[in-house]
C-alpha cells in the first residue's frame, strides 16, 4: 500500500512578506496537534515588540475600568481550550474566480491547545451594564492600508464579539503549553472557539464594552459576507465557521500507480460544532465512500480522517472529493457560496491527480 | 458693478456617461427653485424605462403585505414639500487628495418643490409591528459593479431609513409641479428630507419593513463614513446632511477689477437645520463678513446669500471663503474631515481669484 508521508515538507510556506503571512505545511495533518513553529501566521501589521512586564489589558466601558498585567490574569482560575483555527480566507487560491487578498492554499488552518483565563471572568470584573452587546477586542498590531479598501487612517487591528459568544472566549497566554510565540500574540491573545481566525485577535492590549455593534474595518469591508434580509443582500461581520473536509493527500496533480490501494488522507473541522462523517469520492460525486474518522469528533476541533482508496485500473486523470458532514446536520456544499465574498472557501474542493 | 450673470451656462454638465451622472450648471443659484432640466442627475446604474401604468409599489414585512398603483396612490391625501437634495459625493474633485467617484464640483445639489404622499401613510396600511426598525427602499434602477468594492452580483440601489425619520419622507411622483421626468425617477421616488441624495431612491418599487439594521451595499460599501465608538472607528450609514455654504460666483480663477465693488453669491443650506447666517472672508479666513440672505432661511432647504465685495486695489491673487451657521449652531469647518471618506464634502472650500 502506498501511504505517503508528508513529513518531509516541515516548514512555513511564506505567503507574503510585509506583513508576515505564512501558510502551513501539508505535515501538520500528520498530527492532531499543530506545532507553534508550523502554525499558520496571518498579520495584518507589523508584529508588535512586547515586553511581557510592561504589557497591561484594560477594560473599559463598564462600571469601573480595570487594568490587568500577566501576574494578574496568571492568579485567575485557569482553563485550557483545544481549538482549531482557520483563516477566513483559507483555500482563496483555489477559487476558480481569481480573488483579492493574501493567496492562502490549503494551509491556513491548525489545531492547538491553548492555556489562559476565560474572557467572561476578566470581564466581570470591569461590571457591564445590562445595556452591553458586545465586547471589542484591540491587538497592540496597527497600521494603515493605502489601498482601496483603504483603513480609516492608521488603526488597530480590532474585532467585536457579541456577549453571548464571549462566554466561550479564552484569553489565552500559552499554546501547546509553552508561552505564546510573539508572531501567534505573545503575551496575550483571544481564542474564539469555531469562528475563524480574524477573530482571535493578538496581543490583547485593550476590551471596550459597548451597547451597540460595532461596525470596525475588519468586521465591514473585511471579513464579512453577504446575508439574505428581506430579499436584500446585506453585509455582516464573518463569525462561525462552515462545515470543511480538505484533502492533504494526495496533493494535486499527484502521480498515484494504477490498481493500487492509495490512502487518501486530510482533516475535516465544523466552526462551533463537531464532525459527524467524511465521505470520499473518486468518481466526481456520483458515489460516496465513508472515510475513517482518526481523532474522536469534538466541538471546535478538527478530526483528521483517512480513506484506503482502489484505484483505477487504467491510466488517466481521477478526481478526489471530500465532504463533511457535522453533528448539527450542515452537509459542506458542492458548489462555491459567492455571497462569502473572498472568505469562508468551505464548498467541495476537488483534487485532480494523475493515475500511471 | 460688476455683477455677473451665470446664466448662459445654462445646460447639465456631463460627469460620466454610462451610468449617467450629470451636474447643474452655476446658473442654478440664480433661481431659489431648480428647474428639473437643470438638476443633478445621480444614477447609480441604467436608468430604468417604467410605464406608469404598469407600475405598482409593495411594502413586505408588516402584517399585511400591501401593493399600491398611482391611481391609489393619487387618491390618498396629498402633501408638497420643498427641498434641496445634496449628493453625498458633491465637491469631491475639490478635495486635495484626489478621492475615488463621480468627480462633481459644486453643481451636484438642487432645490424643488415636490409633491405626492407622506410615506408614514403608505406604511401605516401594511401594519407595521412593534418591533420594526427601517424602512428599506427599493428602486428599479439594478445592476452589477464589478470592480473593487464589488456589489454582490446584480443587486437593485436600496437604502434603508430608521422608522423614526421615515415620519419626514414624501413619496413624490412630481417636481416643480410636473410629473418625475425619467431620469429622476418616474413614476415614484422617496424625498428624504436633509440627508443627502442617496437616500431619496427613485424609481421605487418596493418597500420592505425590518427589525435589524439593513447594511446594503449603498450604505456600507459606499455611502458610508466612520464615526467614533469606544475610541475605534466604526463604519455608520451617512444620514442628514451637513451644514455648507458654496460660493457660486466668482469662479475659481476668475479675473476681477481691482478697486471695484464685486457681489460675490451663492447658497448655503444645512441638511436637516436652517441656515441661520453665512460670512465671507476675504483675507484667508482672518475676518469674517456678514452676507445678506436672500432667501427666508427654512429647514431641509438651501438659502441663497450675497455679499458685495470691495475688492483690493492692487493686482494679485485673492482668496474668498464663505462659511455657514445653522439653527443648531453647527459651524462650517475649515478643515476636511478625513472620515468623511469621499463623502460629505463641507468643510470651507477657498475660491481663488485674481485681481487684475
Redo the contacts between chains.
Keep these: 500500500m502506498n501511504v505517503k508521508s508528508s513529513t518531509e515538507a516541515a516548514e512555513l510556506i511564506p505567503r507574503q512578506s510585509d506583513p508576515e503571512n505564512e501558510e502551513s505545511p501539508p505535515s501538520i495533518f500528520d498530527r492532531f496537534l499543530t506545532p507553534a513553529e508550523l502554525f499558520y501566521v496571518r498579520n495584518h501589521f507589523e508584529t508588535p515588540r512586547i515586553d511581557g512586564r510592561e504589557w497591561r489589558l484594560t477594560v473599559?466601558?463598564g462600571a469601573r475600568r480595570v487594568e490587568f498585567d500577566m501576574t494578574a490574569l496568571r492568579s485567575m482560575e485557569r482553563a485550557t481550550l483545544t481549538a482549531t483555527l482557520e483563516c477566513a480566507g483559507n483555500s482563496r487560491a483555489l477559487l476558480e474566480e481569481k480573488a483579492?487578498g493574501v493567496q492562502w492554499a490549503l494551509g491556513a488552518v491548525g489545531t492547538a491547545e491553548w492555556t489562559g483565563v476565560w474572557l467572561a471572568d476578566v470581564l466581570e470584573r470591569a461590571e457591564p451594564a445590562g445595556g452591553v452587546k458586545e465586547v471589542?477586542l484591540?491587538g497592540a498590531d496597527r497600521g494603515a492600508i493605502d489601498e482601496?479598501?483603504k483603513t480609516?487612517?492608521e488603526?488597530?487591528f480590532?474585532r467585536s464579539i457579541p456577549l453571548e459568544k464571549a462566554r466561550d472566549v479564552l484569553l489565552a497566554w500559552a499554546m501547546n503549553g509553552e508561552d505564546l510565540p510573539e508572531r501567534h500574540g505573545y503575551p496575550l491573545r483571544a481564542i474564539v472557539p469555531g469562528w475563524y481566525g480574524m477573530a482571535s485577535v493578538k496581543w490583547l492590549r485593550r476590551m471596550?464594552?459597548?451597547e451597540?455593534?460595532?461596525?470596525?474595518?475588519f468586521q465591514?469591508?473585511e471579513y464579512s459576507r453577504?446575508v439574505e434580509?428581506?430579499?436584500?443582500?446585506?453585509?455582516?461581520p464573518l463569525h462561525a465557521g462552515e462545515v470543511k473536509a480538505e484533502i492533504a493527500a494526495p496533493a494535486a496533480g499527484e502521480a498515484i500507480g494504477a490498481g493500487t490501494t492509495y490512502r487518501v488522507r486530510g482533516a475535516a473541522w465544523a466552526g462551533e460544532s463537531a464532525i459527524q462523517t467524511v465521505e470520499v469520492s473518486a468518481n466526481g460525486g456520483g458515489a460516496w465512500d465513508q472515510a475513517q474518522l482518526l481523532d474522536r469528533p469534538a466541538r471546535y476541533c478538527w478530526t483528521r480522517w483517512q480513506y484506503d482508496w482502489r484505484t483505477p485500473s487504467g491510466r488517466g486523470r481521477a478526481t478526489l472529493m471530500a465532504r463533511a458532514r457535522d453533528a448539527s446536520g450542515r452537509v459542506q456544499p458542492l458548489e462555491r457560496n459567492?455571497?462569502e465574498?473572498s472568505y469562508a472557501v468551505s464548498h467541495v474542493l476537488p483534487v485532480d491527480v494523475m493515475i500511471t
Tied chains: 1, 2.
Design positions: 473599559e466601558g483579492k471589542i484591540e482601496e479598501p480609516p487612517g488603526i488597530a480590532a471596550a464594552l459597548v451597540q455593534p460595532f461596525q470596525g474595518y465591514t469591508f453577504w434580509m428581506a430579499g436584500y443582500r446585506s453585509l455582516a459567492k455571497l465574498r
